[in-house]
């Protein structure tokens, strides 16, 4: 299983953390779980994680991120 951390600087709620997850949940075979206390989205596949398209997802929602 691959698991990658990132953080979100700029999430301010409980829906925006659902519009994060929600995002890359649908991207194929991967999960994400958004931490709003920790300002990060850790997210699981059981193959490959494509760094440039979750990064990617959540820019486009209008958030900083950086991979941990």
């Known amino acids: 299983m691959a698991t990658r951390t990132y953080l979100i600087n700029n999430i301010k ?3 925006c953390c659902e519009k994060i997850q929600h995002s890359i949940n649908k991207i194929d075979g991967l999960t994400a779980n958004v931490d709003l206390d920790t300002k990060s989205v850790t997210v699981n596949s ?3 994680i494509n760094d440039d398209k979750v990064i990617s997802t959540i820019k486009n929602l209008g958030y900083t991120v950086k991979e941990v």
Do not use: H, K, L, R
């Open 13 to 15: 709620s409980g829906v």
């Open 46 to 48: 059981m193959t490959y």
